[in-house]
């Protein structure tokens, strides 16, 4: 059985500091309760790797707009102009990866790689202090994995062994960050008492610490 906990347990576990990978695309499969508790609390100083920086009065956005993030590792800021505000005034640290990389940096973080080859960069701003190779004629980037202290994911059902079922597009990033963090807590928008149908299961019990109600 997982370690069932509140919203605002989970908040209390994050600590100044921490690097912490958030799931969801947009307002798509996010944990909103988690990260409004973060909110409520001190904490600050956040290291953030997610697709995007939503919007400014939606989850990871209200990060942003609140300032707990120091460093933000995301595909895409046009959707939160403060984002961008805080990155041309120096109060922010932003790491564009274009969005298939990063995908791949989690996944070679979760799988214990070394890193990633790919040809997407070669040749753009992308690719200056990067190292490359050259492999049957095709130059490629090497990037190198992503980690965090932290995974806050979204479940929409998760049974009390940790097993998550994840509807639709709700997957997008959540799976794979899910592998690649020290501490994962799922926020389930349903928790069931039954094991869930091993044909069902988006992510393995096994990855997952704690389970917010």
């Known amino acids: 059985m997982k370690k069932i906990i509140t919203a605002n347990m989970a908040g209390n576990l ?40 939503c919007v400014p009065d939606s989850d990871r956005g209200k990060l942003i707009v609140n300032k707990r993030i120091k460093k933000a590792i995301v595909s895409h800021i046009g959707t939160n102009p403060e984002t961008g505000h805080q990155m041309h005034e120096g109060t922010l640290e ?18 214990g790689l070394g890193g990633i080859l790919t040809p997407t960069g070669v040749g753009t701003i992308i690719e200056e202090g990067k190292q490359s190779l050259e492999i049957n004629g095709k130059k490629y980037l ?63 019990g096994i990855f997952i610490d704690y389970i917010v109600a």
Do not use: W
Request: charged content about 20%; aromatic content about 4%.
């Open 94 to 111: 932003v790491e564009l990866v274009p969005m298939g990389t990063l995908i791949e940096r989690i996944r070679a973080g979760g799988s």
């Open 14 to 53: 994050i600590p100044s500091g921490a690097s912490i990978m958030i799931g969801g695309f947009l307002r798509c499969g996010s944990p909103t309760k988690v990260i409004d508790e973060i909110l409520s609390l001190p904490t600050h100083d956040l290291t953030l790797i997610a697709n995007d920086t």
């Open 142 to 204: 090497l990037e190198t994995p992503l980690k965090a202290d932290f995974a806050l994911i979204y479940g929409t059902k998760v049974d009390k062994f940790g097993n998550v079922y994840l509807e639709g597009s709700t997957r997008n990033f959540n799976p794979v960050m899910a592998t690649a963090a020290q501490t994962v807590i799922v926020e389930a928008d349903e928790i069931v008492e039954q094991a869930l149908d091993p044909n069902l299961v988006t992510i393995p």
